[in-house]
């Protein structure tokens, strides 16, 4: 649905430089550190920056080459964008008519008033939460077929980003629709993506299911003669994918938690969160 090949954008303090491959009718997450590339991999996939190197295509198309028709079925939520502040909720209902054919003025109007999203207020009077939970009803609002959300539980509390996360689950009950969500809360990803990159610097550091990395990764807590042990395993460069030495020892990454607690039953292994996980594959040394 979204392929990135190879793209580079250089700035004069930052280099984005990376793949990914968005498949239709998945959820998958973009994870990382403020700085770390999300919102300049966004901008590059929606065309707002000129890359340097590489191609991005959107339903098998050049990004650069999508016709208005093809946009029509994008669903875009970004910090920075939005409607004026000075429009009343309802005026936005004859505004998206006119942009979308496939504009769902019901569906609209049901989503608002089900998340408590008042209609004749102003933009500018309404709550974070509140704009937060109409940007992406509106992205919703004329049957996309990619939503690409940017941050868009940012700044919300526990309850409302609950509501946000519960928009998405409902868009996703269409058959191959796809989202690609970004976030540097990982506890919001953890229950809703299928699949998850981890960026850091620009670049691209993991990869992987959602479901195995809950499942089979762990964080290794490991003194100086246990790391020394697992280091002289065979299986130890497949196993392990870094290291970061700590003043007990060293804290490792592995992929397959049940082979460490098989065949090491010594050393203290967790079953860690994605946050854990960023820390040690940012600062760790990798194998």
Known sequence: MIEISNIKKNYQNFRLECSLNIAPGRITGIIGANGAGKSTLFKAILGLINL???QIKIFGK???KLDVHDKEKLGVVL????FSEYLKVKALVPILKNMYPDFDKDMFLNKCNNFNIPLNKMIKDLSTGTKAKLKVIVAISHNAEI?????PTAGLDVITRNEVLDIIRTYMEEEMRTVIISSHISSDLENLCDDIYMINDGKIILHEDMYKLLDLYGVIKAN???YENL???TNYKNIILCCEKEKYGYKCITNDRKYIVDNYPEIVIEKGNIDELIMVLVKGEKI
């Open 79 to 82: 910090a920075e964008s939005g």
């Open 147 to 151: 939503l690409i959300l940017d941050e």
């Open 231 to 233: 280091k002289s395993d």
């Open 224 to 226: 100086e003669e246990q």
């Open 52 to 54: 340097d190197e590489g």
């Open 62 to 64: 050049d990004s650069r």
